[in-house]
């Protein structure tokens, strides 16, 4: 068993299936991806995991380091050490980064912050007294983001399209922070529909319509990519079409 475990987990919004059945095993200290076409309920997967607002009504369950943690919020979630880094990071009016990353971080001092802006590529004289809000790109608030959970060392961090509206050197910053994260012990789940980012896994789960249709090392899970599908035993008019999902 690993770190977090999911049994035959489902959820249904508006009386439709989102997730139907999923038996999964994130093993502790590795990166996974989680793989599929849009509408395969990747995002939603990620949000359940969390523990977000609208997607606590589950059914199976969800077990971090031995325990059941289906009934609890979110805060007491990202206390016992699981993060999301969303796709479109929020903002924060009036909120300086460095008290954004301060915030969560294991250590709060401030060679640690700085520390965590260089590690995704920000000079930390120019943005650690900056506003996390409109001023700032959305791939620089991706960075930021990212610097926090650096900082914060979870034991989980599911990074939600980590790739999305950012330029091809950020994007190796990016891949630079994953592995900073992986060894550091965090066990790392990529939701993505990008090769470059599965690229970066060792192990990967296909999703379609809410199922798990496979899973294995990353190259078995690249003739997804090659093909846009796996047979399975439904049809699903999303099913050629990659991209993000709600």
Known sequence: MGV????????KLDDKPILNGLDMDFWEGHVHAVVGPNGAGKSTLASVV????GYTGIEGDIVFEDESIRDL???ERARRGITLAWQEPARFEGLAIRDYIKASAKDKREDIIRL????????ADEYIDRAVDKTLSGGERKKVELASILAMKPKVALLDEPDSGIDIESINRIFEA????KDGGTTVILITHSMAVLDQAEHAFLLCH???VDKGPVDKMKR???DNCLSCDHKNPTLHTL????
Do not use: H, I, P, Q
């Open 73 to 75: 919020g979110v805060d």
């Open 116 to 123: 965590a802006l260089r590690s995704v590529g920000l000079n």
């Open 243 to 246: 991209g993000d999902e709600s």
């Open 224 to 226: 997804y990519f090659e």
């Open 178 to 181: 994953v592995k900073l994260l």
């Open 50 to 53: 969390m523990g977000l607002s």
């Open 4 to 11: 977090l475990t999911l049994n035959d987990l489902r959820l």
């Open 210 to 212: 809410g199922r798990l």
